[in-house]
Structure formats: C-alpha cells, structure tokens
Nanobody, 119 residues
Framework: QVQLVESGGGLVQPGGSLRLSCAAS????????MSWYRQAPGKERELVAA????????DYADSVKGRFTISRDNAKNTLYLQMNSLKPEDTAVYYC????????????WGQGTQVTVSS
C-alpha cells in the first residue's frame, strides 16, 4: 500500500520558517523523482520544488528560489521542504508527489498539509 504522509504545516508569521516532511512507503523511494506542489484557494496546483532520484538535482519555482530548500533522505524514505522567509502568498495546501521511474512511470500524491502565513 502506497503512502505519502505530509507533516509540519501550520500557522506562521511572515518572515518565519517551517519545515515540511513527507514520509513515503509502499514504493521504491530511491528510484522516484520527488516534488512539492502547492494549491492556494481559487488557484491551480503549482510546482514548488523537485529533486531527482539519483543525483539529487533540484529545481525551484521562481517565486521560492533562495527561500525554500528541497532535500531527501533515501535511507529514511523521507522528503523535506525547508521554507524560510515565508510570505502571506506562500499560504496554501502543500502536497508531496512521487514519480517512480519505470515503464510506465508510477505517480503518487499525498493528502497535503496546510501552511498559513499570517500575522
């Protein structure tokens, strides 16, 4: 049974920090491209950051570059998103996504964790 369980969301003041975690099970985490998406009310889901399976190369949305850091621990089957200098526009539900490399590739989503940036 595949599971992606996000945690670490909550309410934080502007300028604050949060660290999201995504615990994975039921698939080959080390062979999966992992990413974080977010969806704000009334908006489409958007890619925040991604990290490859082998080399750990990363990519970020322009809106979070220099503030967010994606990382992974393949030994713990866990994905992270360190979020610093948070802004009200970062408020959204954050989702973890896995794409296990293969033919065909297999895609999995977590249930999401709410991040609210407000004073």
């Amino acid at each position: 049974q595949v599971q992606l369980v996000e945690s670490g969301g909550g309410l934080v003041q502007p300028g604050g920090s949060l660290r999201l975690s995504c615990a994975a099970s039921g698939f080959i985490f080390s062979r999966s491209v992992m990413s974080w998406y977010r969806q704000a009310p009334g908006k489409e889901r958007e890619l925040v950051a991604a990290i490859t399976s082998a080399r750990g190369s990363t990519d970020y949305a322009d809106s979070v570059k220099g503030r967010f850091t994606i990382s992974r621990d393949n030994a713990k089957n866990t994905l992270y998103l360190q979020m610093n200098s948070l802004k009200p526009e970062d408020t959204a539900v954050y989702y973890c996504k896995a794409v296990q490399v293969g033919v065909p590739p297999l895609t999995y989503w977590g249930q999401g964790t709410q991040v609210t940036v407000s004073s």
